[in-house]
C-alpha cells in the first residue's frame, strides 16, 4: 500500500532536474545538472530563517503546513493494483482540500507579512486555484461516473476493465486536463513564470520572497512533490492497473519524466499568457471537464 508514496517521493526528487535539463537542452545550454535543486534545498536548509517585525504565527507556519498537506494528499493516490494508504468512498474530495489547505496557508503566510506586494500575488493566486477547481471536480466526477465508483484507488483499477470502447480517449482527455491543472496549481506557463521579476506579473514567486532559509526548502519541496503527485495521477489513467508490477514501476518513471520533458518545453517555446487572459484560459479547462462529462452521461445512457 506504501509503493505509491514512495514512488512519488522518488519521482519528486529527479523531476525538477529533469524539467531544468529539458530547458537547458531546448535552449542550446549546458546547464545544471539533474540534481541541482535538491543543490539549492541543501544550501537553504544549512540556512536560518530571517522573519520580519510585521509577520506573525501564520508566517513561520505556513511553509511546514503546505509540505505536511501535500504529504497526506500523496497518501490518498494509489498506484497499479495496489490501494493507496488512505482509501475509502469519496476520497478524493479529501485530496483536493488537502492541497487546497496547503494553498490556503501558503496565500494567508504572505498576507502575514503585512506587504501590499505579497498580496497582490496572493489575490492572484487565490482566483486561480478558484478557477481551476470546478475543472479538478468534474474531471474527477466524470471519472465516477465512467466506472461508477468515487474512490481514487477503486476508479483506477477499474477504468481500463469497463469495457467500453472510448477508454483510450477519456484517458487522453483526462491527462490533458491534469497536465494543464497541475501547470497551474504549481504556478507555472503559461499562467506564470518562476523565473520573472516582473514586479506586476509575479504571482507565487512574489508570495514567497519574505520565506528564507529552512522554510523556503520546504516551500520548494512541497511544489516538487504536487508535480508528483500529479504525474501519479497521470500515469493511472494512461496504464491499466493489471499489468506486470515490474513494468509498472518502468512505466511509472517514464510517465514521470515525459510529464517533465513536457512541461520544460512548454516553458521554453510558450509565452507566458497576458494577465487579462488567465481566467479565461483557466475556464477553458473547466468546459473541457464538462463536455467530456455530458458525453459520458450520453454514453452511459444517464441522460434523460
Keep these: 500500500m506504501m509503493a505509491g508514496f514512495i514512488l512519488i517521493a522518488v519521482a519528486a526528487f529527479f523531476f525538477p532536474g529533469v524539467i531544468l535539463r529539458t530547458k537547458s537542452i531546448a535552449s542550446g545550454r549546458k546547464g545544471p545538472g539533474i540534481f541541482q535543486p535538491w ?3 541543501a544550501v ?3 540556512k536560518g530563517s530571517v522573519f520580519s517585525d510585521t509577520s506573525g504565527l501564520i508566517f513561520r507556519i505556513g511553509p511546514s503546513v503546505t509540505l505536511a498537506t501535500v504529504t ?3 497518501l490518498l493516490v494509489p498506484f497499479a493494483e495496489q490501494k493507496a494508504v488512505l482509501s475509502f468512498e469519496g476520497d478524493f474530495i ?4 488537502l492541497l487546497a489547505l496547503g494553498k490556503f496557508f501558503t496565500i494567508i503566510a504572505a ?3 503585512g506587504s501590499s506586494f505579497e498580496g497582490m500575488g496572493a489575490s492572484r493566486e487565490a482566483l486561480f486555484s478558484m478557477l481551476v477547481e470546478p475543472a479538478f471536480f468534474i474531471l474527477i466526477a466524470t471519472f465516477a461516473m465512467f466506472t461508477g465508483y468515487t474512490s481514487f484507488s477503486v476508479i483506477f483499477n477499474h477504468f481500463f476493465i469497463t469495457g467500453n470502447d472510448y477508454v483510450l480517449i477519456y484517458s487522453i482527455i483526462g491527462a490533458y486536463l491534469l497536465v494543464q491543472i497541475a501547470m497551474i496549481e504549481n504556478s507555472r506557463l503559461p499562467v506564470d513564470d518562476p523565473k520573472t521579476h516582473l514586479e506586476l506579473t509575479m504571482i507565487h514567486e512574489v508570495m514567497i520572497l519574505d520565506h528564507s532559509g529552512f522554510d523556503k526548502a520546504l516551500i520548494h519541496i512541497g511544489t516538487y512533490l504536487k508535480f ?3 504525474g501519479s495521477l497521470i500515469y493511472n489513467l494512461v496504464v491499466p492497473a493489471g499489468w506486470n508490477v515490474i513494468l509498472q514501476t518502468g512505466l511509472f518513471f ?3 519524466a515525459l510529464f517533465a520533458v513536457v512541461i520544460g518545453f512548454t516553458e521554453s517555446f510558450r509565452a507566458r499568457n497576458k494577465m487579462n487572459k488567465n481566467p ?4 477553458t479547462l473547466s468546459s473541457i471537464a464538462l463536455i467530456a462529462f455530458m458525453v459520458i452521461l450520453i454514453l452511459t445512457e444517464k441522460l434523460a
Design 39 to 41: 543543490r539549492d534545498i
Design 44 to 46: 537553504l536548509f544549512k
Design 72 to 74: 497526506g494528499a500523496m
Design 94 to 97: 479529501l485530496f483536493a482540500y
Design 111 to 113: 498576507l502575514d507579512t
Design 228 to 230: 508528483a503527485i500529479y
Design 254 to 256: 517514464a510517465v514521470q
Design 280 to 283: 479565461k484560459f483557466i475556464l
